[in-house]
């Protein structure tokens, strides 16, 4: 019989995996060039502590981090879509469903329940909470990609028109910030990191 210990640990060991789910999201000052899923959700949990002020609205820090920290560990099983893959969108919901199923239902019904509960609100961004979580999700990588001469950006083509599209979410979720997203998109374009 499985303890409800077992299957914690088991979880545990289960998502370290997202150690080695790379994303095409490039990393600043380092030897290698890609960061990982685990590095990524880290990286925005942080930010939802520092930044929680730009909020649009009076937001649960501890929720946010916590949506945060699980929202990719479908990609475990689903693997990581790129932002700008119009194709890869196509199964995408699909694949990160069946994932959420297996992952989550690893932990104890009420845990899995949590998770899966957290997960999915990040998913609707319907809450103040997932509106903040998904514009944290979506500026992280820009300003990386700024950081880094345009990264992913150069290296897929993008456009100045997708980046903006993209950004949408920041624009309703930390509307504040929404003046950075244009400048930073602003400076790719004139150094023509994206396409016009």
């Known amino acids: 019989m499985t303890t409800r210990l077992d299957q ?18 490039p990393i600043s000052g380092a030897v290698r060039r890609q960061e990982n899923d685990a590095e990524h959700s880290w990286h925005i949990a942080v930010m939802a502590m520092l930044l929680c002020e730009y909020a649009a609205e009076a937001v649960d820090v501890s929720r946010v981090m916590r949506m945060l920290l699980i929202h990719d560990m479908v ?77 992913s950006w150069r290296n897929h083509q993008v456009t100045r028109a997708q980046v903006l599209t993209r950004m949408e979410p920041v624009r309703t979720g930390t509307p504040e910030l929404w003046e950075v997203v244009l400048r930073i998109v602003d400076d790719a374009s004139a150094r023509k990191w994206l396409v016009s």
């Open 75 to 151: 990609e475990i099983d689903a693997g990581d879509t790129f932002a700008y893959d119009a194709a890869g969108y196509s199964d995408k919901e699909e694949r990160e469903l069946r994932a959420a199923e297996r992952l989550f239902g690893l932990l104890p019904s009420e845990q899995a329940a949590e998770f899966r509960g957290l997960w999915d609100e990040f998913e609707a961004a319907a809450s103040a909470e997932s509106r903040y979580a998904n514009a944290l999700d979506r500026i992280q990588p820009l300003l990386l990609n700024s950081l880094t001469g345009g990264g």
């Open 8 to 25: 914690q640990l088991s979880f545990i060991l289960e998502i370290d995996k997202l150690k080695t789910i790379l994303r095409q999201t």
